[in-house]
């Protein structure tokens, strides 16, 4: 068995690298600790010695996948411009982010295609994912007292938005180029991409936007609900 390591933070990480590989080309079912604990180069049982199981380690993956999405979103520097400015850069840091790291869309789809059953035993997901939601909501606030956001603007919203907008262009994109028949790798096309959804968002959001009534999301343990039903407008006759 080989001995344990000196430097317990450089083993961690060494192994959590090379899992997330493992992962992230197979899949949880398809991947194995073996050959992990063989690219480490550690025996499997120190792997089992840092993370307890398969699942442990699986869940670890994760965790720090979405510590480093996170940072790329930057949120203090977001903090620091005007509420338009901080809303663009919140858009623009959001697409880098995932397109920087095709390995995260990998994970997360494969982590959605199990319904989110490891990483619900993360004591750290909202942790990371709290301060996010009150940056959006203290952006929305100050354009608001700025008079350049409406008010009633949910952050949870925005945020489901702005990263459905980013995510689905890259997850997605070798299916979609087949069925338009256009180029979304080329970086013109992803610039033209930003563009387009960091317009969508700001249009949303800006006060010369017509107010709706939508159901606003309220944080649950464990997940997301609906606080109010939507509104239909009225029909108006012609």
């Not at 493992?22 to 992990?36: C, H, L, N, Q, T």
């Not at 909501?137 to 949870?156: C, K, M, Q, S, T």
């Not at 343990?221 to 609906?226: C, N, S, W, Y």
Request: hydrophobic share 35%; with cysteine; proline share 4%.
């Amino acid at each position: 068995m080989a001995s344990r390591s000196r430097d317990p933070a450089r083993t961690r990480e060494k192994i959590l690298t090379h899992a997330t590989t493992e992962f992230a080309k197979k899949g949880f079912d398809g991947a194995r600790v073996d050959s992990i604990a063989v690219r480490c180069r550690l025996s499997k049982n120190m792997l089992y010695y840092y993370f307890k199981s398969k699942e442990g380690l699986f869940v670890a993956v994760l965790e720090r996948m979405y510590e480093k999405l996170r940072s790329q979103q930057k949120d203090l520097t977001v903090r620091a411009s005007d509420p338009v400015t901080a809303l663009e850069q919140l858009v623009q840091h959001t697409f880098t982010a995932l397109l920087d790291n095709p390995e995260a869309i990998r994970l997360m789809n494969e982590e959605n295609r199990h319904k989110g059953r490891h990483i619900r035993q993360s004591r750290r997901m909202r942790d990371l994912y709290n301060p996010l939601v009150d940056t959006i909501r203290f952006i929305l606030e100050r354009g608001r007292d700025d008079g350049v956001f409406r008010a009633g603007i949910d952050p949870a919203f925005v945020y489901l938005s702005l990263s459905s907008l980013c995510y689905h262009y890259l997850s997605n994109q070798y299916t979609l180029e087949v069925a338009l028949g256009v180029d979304l790798g080329s970086e013109q096309a992803r610039e033209n991409w930003l563009s387009h959804i960091t317009e969508l968002v700001m249009m949303f959001c800006t006060s010369g936007a017509p107010a709706r009534d939508l159901p606003l999301l309220e944080a649950k343990p464990g997940r997301i609900t609906k606080r109010a039903s939507v509104k239909k407008p009225a029909r108006q006759s012609a």
